[in-house]
C-alpha cells in the first residue's frame, strides 16, 4: 500500500480546509485508513480512522464535531474534511494503513504499517 497525503496549507482560524490521501495498491475493504497530526515539539496523536469499505468511523474525542473522515472510493482517495480550525490544529497530518488488526487499535500509530509523507496545516490567529 502507498499513501501519498496533499492538500495541506495556511488557513484562518475559522476557517475549514480538506486534505486528502491517495492510495494504492493492494487494498482490501477491512484495513483501516487512519490520520494522525504532530505539532511541532509534541507527540504525534490520532486524530481519525475509516474503513476502507467506507462503513465505519472512530474519531478522537477532542476532534469529534469538527472532523470528518470519508472514502472516495472511485478515487481511491480518503478525505479529512477540518471545519471551525484553530491554531491548536496546526500541525503535519499524516494518514496511515493498518492492515492486520481492524478496530481493535485504530487510535494506536504503531500498529499502523504503511505511512504517507503528511501534509502541513497551518492554522493562523
Known amino acids: 500500500v502507498q499513501l501519498q497525503a496533499s492538500g495541506g496549507g495556511l488557513v484562518q482560524a475559522g476557517g475549514s480546509l480538506r486534505i486528502s490521501c491517495a492510495a494504492s495498491g493492494r487494498i482490501n475493504s477491512n484495513y483501516v485508513m487512519g490520520w494522525f497530526r504532530q505539532a511541532p515539539g509534541k507527540e504525534r496523536e490520532f486524530v481519525a480512522a475509516i474503513n476502507w469499505g467506507g462503513s465505519t468511523t472512530r474519531y478522537a474525542n477532542s476532534l469529534k464535531g469538527r472532523f470528518t473522515v470519508s472514502r472516495d472510493s472511485a478515487e481511491n482517495t480518503i478525505y479529512l474534511q477540518m471545519n471551525s480550525l484553530r491554531p491548536e490544529d496546526t500541525a503535519v497530518y499524516y494518514c496511515?494503513?493498518?492492515?492486520?488488526?481492524?478496530?481493535?487499535?485504530?487510535?494506536?500509530?504503531?500498529?499502523?504499517?504503511?505511512w504517507g509523507q503528511g501534509t502541513l496545516v497551518t492554522v493562523s490567529s
Open positions: 496511515a494503513a493498518e492492515t492486520r488488526s481492524g478496530f481493535s487499535y485504530y487510535s494506536v500509530g504503531e500498529y499502523y504499517d504503511h
